[in-house]
């Protein structure tokens, strides 16, 4: 099936600091990315939804300022945490669709666990 | 407004049993409905889905079963085994929007 890597797995940052988060679709295109964040024992929350070559569409109570959202190719989006403090220690997960295909499959990335000293 | 329930936060099967996960919905115009594994600190893993069209889709062990009229779909393990113990995530999608579930945790027991 359909691959899709994030990076970094594991990341440890101190407070203040940003940090940057990709996410790449490996054996296809994908026009469209959704990012999402999922807190102990609760769903993945959609943060937003990258569109290729556009500017991202944040879901409500999501700062577009703190977490920034590029995604400049057909295989790559990016996540960029700004000014991290430790409430934005999550578990921060990336999806992609394929553009030709129409059956409604979404595919993960394996996520990023983001700790904030 | 949560449009997809998962109403069981957690399930227990004996190995060699049939696991039952529901998920109930919303709208009625989701076009497809999916299910995810996910492993702690893993991204969720795609298993199986079904277009509102169709009321069965069968993949090896796992088959998921649409109920239009009552919005509600499950996904049937079996024989389950354990490493088939994580938490399941359905999903519906509509364009380029996706409505997931709050998960079941399914624990099969050796």
């Known amino acids: 099936g359909a691959v899709v890597s994030q990076h970094p797995s594991w990341v440890i940052c101190k407070s203040g600091t940003s940090v940057k988060i990709e996410c790449r679709s490996l054996d296809f295109q994908a026009t469209t990315m959704f990012w999402y964040r999922q807190f102990p024992k609760q769903s993945l929350m959609l943060m937003a939804t990258?569109?290729?070559?556009?500017?991202?569409?944040?879901e409500q109570g999501v700062e577009k300022d703190k977490f920034l959202i590029n995604h400049a190719s057909l295989t790559l989006s990016t996540l960029t945490v700004t000014s991290a403090h430790p409430e934005d220690s999550s578990f921060y997960i990336c999806s992609a669709r394929e553009a030709r295909r129409n059956t409604g499959e979404l595919f993960f990335g394996e996520g990023s666990r983001l700790t904030v000293l | 407004d949560q449009q997809v329930k998962q109403n069981s936060p957690s399930l227990s099967v004996q190995e060699g049993r049939i696991s039952i996960l529901n998920c109930d919905y919303t709208n009625s115009m989701f076009d497809y409905f999916l299910w995810y594994k996910k492993y702690p600190a893993e991204g969720p893993t795609f298993l199986i889905s079904i277009s509102s069209i169709k009321d069965k889709n069968e993949d090896g062990r796992f088959t998921v079963f649409l109920n239009k009229s009552a919005k509600h779909l499950s996904l049937h393990i079996v024989p389950s085994q354990p490493g088939d113990s994580a938490v399941y995530f359905c999903a519906a999608n509509t364009g380029n929007q996706f409505y997931f579930g709050t998960g079941t945790s399914l624990t099969v027991i050796p």
């Open positions: 990258s569109n290729e070559g556009s500017k991202a569409t944040y």
